[in-house]
T-cell receptor, first 111, second 117 residues
Framework: NAGVTQTPKFRVLKTGQSMTLLCAQD?????MYWYRQDPGMGLRLIHY???????AKGEVPDGYNVSRLKKQNFLLGLESAAPSQTSVYFC??????????FGPGTRLTVT | DQQVKQNSPSLSVQEGRISILNCDYT??????FLWYKKYPAEGPTFLIS?????DKNEDGRFTVFLNKSAKHLSLHIVPSQPGDSAVYFC????????????????FGQGTILTVHP
């Protein structure tokens, strides 16, 4: 069991560039989440999904889009990256309980 | 509006002593609380949880206490070990009447725990 995996692990973007972060889980979890972690801010929910084909906005959704075409994958897209999106991004998944399993994170720098 | 707050950015404790990490929340709708531990360059890992119908939950060296009237929870680690040095996040969520989680958690800012040998 790989658990929750994220690709890439690191990325540097220039302002205005786009990219997609991939999250995959092999635990057959229904729910998946994208968070960002910034110093002194804890983890803030960007978007989440309660099932294949469904997505919903979290606390800080602006500037991001997501898709859940397959149950095991949850994609986070940045259409036009901004320096304010420099952060560490974590994906998580869970069954229909509140215990979430996290991936190792993606460190994104936007210059 | 920070609905879940960890007011101590850091805590330093001697090995073998008790570590107490605190967390306050403002949303009275929260009825499920969790603690996560995070090492550098890794994702958070689940540590322990408590439902609002309880005031204490214990798992080995880790105990979580919930005071609903004060909207306060704490994590006790006894005895503390150097390997416990990490960032600890508390999180809160809601479980509906049917026992199905809404899935969303609100996290605190985290407390850096350092356990000295």
């Amino acid at each position: 069991n790989a658990g929750v995996t994220q690709t890439p692990k690191f990325r540097v973007l220039k302002t205005g560039q786009s990219m997609t972060l991939l999250c995959a889980q092999d635990m057959n979890h229904e729910y998946m989440y994208w968070y960002r972690q910034d110093p002194g801010m804890g983890l803030r929910l960007i978007h989440y999904s309660v099932g294949e084909g469904t997505t919903a906005k979290g606390e800080v959704p602006d500037g991001y889009n997501v898709s859940r075409l397959k149950k095991q994958n949850f994609l986070l897209g940045l259409e036009s990256a901004a320096p304010s999106q420099t952060s560490v991004y974590f994906c998580a998944s869970s069954y229909r309980t509140s215990e979430q399993y996290f991936g190792p994170g993606t460190r994104l720098t936007v210059t | 509006d920070q609905q879940v707050k960890q007011n101590s950015p850091s805590l330093s404790v001697q090995e073998g002593r008790i570590s107490i990490l605190n967390c306050d929340y403002t949303n009275s709708m929260f009825d499920y609380f969790l603690w996560y531990k995070k090492y550098p360059a890794e994702g958070p890992t689940f540590l322990i949880s408590i439902s609002s119908i309880k005031d204490k939950n214990e798992d080995g060296r880790f105990t979580v206490f919930l005071n609903k009237s004060a909207k306060h929870l704490s994590l006790h680690i006894v005895p503390s070990q150097p390997g416990d040095s990490a960032v600890y996040f508390c999180a809160a969520g809601r479980v509906n009447a049917g026992g199905t989680s809404y899935g969303k958690l609100t996290f605190g800012q985290g407390t850096i725990l350092t356990v000295h040998p």
